[in-house]
């Protein structure tokens, strides 16, 4: 990925600390000054509560219910409450009995939202204890359905619009959010969002959704994330013509005009917030997402989950699967259908751990990966027509058009969707890939789940039960010829959580490849013989926090290694350091 990268930007590489870019400005390293197990009495008032009226409505500090008589007293807010305490525990089994209740899932995510908005704490403590069953509400697929409406069920804005309008005073904009030590960005232009495509303004609810993961899964605090949305306009008609939309109504600006609006937004981020902000790029189209990546890799601390989260909890599943499939890495073929950064990103991943682990040639390791995009196979000949991110993927073969004859002529071992078409691998493909290979593994990784490329059922159906098989999305548990199979899931929100805390708990100031490749490791090395037993090659998520904790250490260590850390002197033991840095969302006792 970086060998491709680096050619984009002229030779320079994430080692070379010399900014080119002459931006300055930072902030004081403020990371665990709030730690919230901790169990210390603090003063909500010294922050920005002026009333007891106005601390219910705060959702840093609302408790809710929860108050108990002393803090009623003490903060004036006997009367506002009815005279019931109850716990934490028991606020929480309301909830979720209320939001089992709601038969249409953009309904919970509506209540989600609502919570997040009234009680920051106990959103947490929701989505943590519960985050099996309350992932997919807000995160993928209920997340897309929300984006598409964004505008109808929009209430509260949460995070920062950045528009053409800011366009020469984007500084001004970034100093109106209220917390001043941010760490963690996610930005998006909206034009790809997740399978569903242009969605402009209403993208927001993708960052949103991210942080709060970045949270909840992390341990990150959410006082130092920041959503944001880059409008520059839209060119889906149907949003432009709707009464509701929330964004520019406008076609897409491109070239010049795009391009100094994103230089000035990382410029002014970088002046506001320092040299270790993390920005993390998310759902920009493939024109863009390279080049952003490329143009500020080398200059600021950046990352793409769609190329390089993707890349990493995709390569970890296939590094674990090889306990059930046999043999190294490098003794397998890959066969990719979409070819764009989700699918170049992981190949690239793929090569650059074959040839560390081998010592051969990157372009030698590329022969085995093997892409497929729209108008077929990627061969040599197609090669001065392709876009820049695929030629490396241009191998010599006679041209392919169909997805079915490609397996049966590559005869690869593994099968990789990343084209956000569903359907695409049909009971011909799957069937091909059975003929081949005794257990053949099947990644349908396209988002949401009206995108993938085939479900679990028809996976293990059309394979007889053979099948390895994992999906971006969730899909419930599959009986067949009397067993039960549990898919699992390839879900960047295994990796990008913990890779954050590690970039931000080292004060790493670069993403280097291997730094991805060490959570790679850290996420196989979860997976348990009793989940191999059950065909999975993904730990289950209800052990999230121990494996991001796991993850931050492995990417911090390497961090360390590279010399990419600031934080010194290293702590001697790093997932003991991870595990003391995360948020945990316990309610406070107030003095």
């Not at 929860?66 to 909830?95: M, N, W």
């Not at 509400?137 to 804005?157: L, M, N």
């Not at 419930?476 to 929100?493: C, H, I, K, R, S």
Request: net charge negative.
């Amino acid at each position: 990925m970086e060998s491709t990268l680096k050619e984009m930007r002229n030779g320079d590489s994430v080692l070379d600390m010399t900014d080119k870019r002459g931006v300055g400005g930072g902030v004081e390293d403020v990371y665990g000054e709030d730690r919230a197990t901790e169990d210390q009495l603090i003063t909500p008032w010294t922050f920005s509560v002026a009333s007891g009226y106005s601390l219910l409505r705060d959702p840093r500090y609302n408790k809710g219910l929860a108050f108990t008589e002393a803090e009623r007293d003490a903060h004036y807010l006997c009367g506002l409450l009815p005279p019931v305490i109850l716990s934490q525990e028991l606020q929480e089994k309301r909830l979720m009995h209320n939001l089992r209740q709601f038969k249409v899932p953009l309904h919970r995510y509506m209540a989600m939202m609502d919570l997040q908005e009234r009680n920051e704490r106990l959103f947490y403590k929701l989505l943590i204890d519960n985050v099996e069953e309350l992932l997919p509400v807000v995160y993928t697929p209920v997340v897309g359905e929300a984006c598409q409406k964004y505008g109808s069920i929009f209430r509260r804005p949460q995070g920062l619009y950045i528009s053409l309008k800011e366009k020469g005073r984007i500084l001004e904009v970034l100093k109106n959010w209220p917390e001043r030590s941010i760490q963690v960005i996610v930005v998006t232009d909206g034009e790809r969002i997740l399978g569903l495509g242009d969605l402009g303004c209403q993208g927001m609810g993708i960052p949103v959704g991210k942080l709060s993961l970045y949270t909840a899964l992390g341990g990150v605090r959410p006082s130092v994330c920041l959503p944001i949305t880059i409008d520059v306009g839209t060119n889906n008609k149907q949003l432009l013509e709707d009464e509701f939309y929330i964004g520019l109504r406008q076609r897409r600006a491109t070239g010049q005009e795009y391009s100094e609006l994103l230089d000035e937004f990382m410029s002014a981020v970088k002046q506001n917030y320092g040299e270790k902000v993390l920005v993390q790029f998310e759902d920009f189209a493939n024109h863009n997402a390279f080049e952003l990546l490329a143009k500020y890799g080398t200059t600021h601390l950046v990352f793409n989950d769609d190329i390089q989260g993707t890349a990493s909890v995709v390569l970890a599943g296939l590094v674990a699967s090889l306990r059930l499939l046999g043999g190294a890495l490098a003794d397998h073929t890959f066969l990719f259908l979409g070819a764009g950064e989700a699918g170049t990103g992981i190949a690239e991943l793929i090569a650059l751990e074959i040839s560390k682990k081998t010592n051969a040639p990157l372009e030698e390791v590329r022969k085995k990966i093997w892409l497929v995009d729209s108008k077929g196979l990627i061969v040599s000949s197609r090669k001065e027509s392709l876009q820049h991110f695929k030629k490396p993927w241009a191998h010599e073969h006679e041209p392919i058009k169909e997805l079915v004859d490609a397996v049966k002529a590559i005869k690869p071992t593994v099968l990789i969707g990343t084209s956000g078409v569903g359907k695409t691998f049909t009971k011909d493909v799957v069937e091909a890939m059975a003929a081949i290979n005794e257990k053949p593994l099947i990644l349908a990784l396209s988002n949401p789940t009206s995108q993938s490329e085939c479900t679990a059922e028809e996976a293990y159906t059309w394979t007889e039960g053979r099948v390895i098989f994992a999906s971006g999305s969730p899909f419930d548990p599959v009986e067949y010829d009397g067993e039960v199979f549990v898919p699992g899931q390839a879900n960047n929100a295994y990796i990008f959580p913990g890779f954050g805390l590690g970039i931000i708990m080292s004060g790493t100031i670069r993403v280097h490849d291997d730094l991805l490749l060490a959570a790679s490791e850290a996420l196989a090395a979860q997976v348990t013989e009793e989940n191999y037993e059950k065909g999975l090659i993904y730990p289950p998520f209800s052990n999230i926090r121990k494996i991001s904790a796991n993850i931050a250490a492995n990417v911090a260590a390497k961090a360390y290694e590279l010399g990419l850390a600031t934080r010194l002197p290293r702590p001697e033991d790093l997932v003991k350091y991870a595990e003391s840095c995360m948020y945990t969302p316990v309610y406070r006792h107030y003095r």
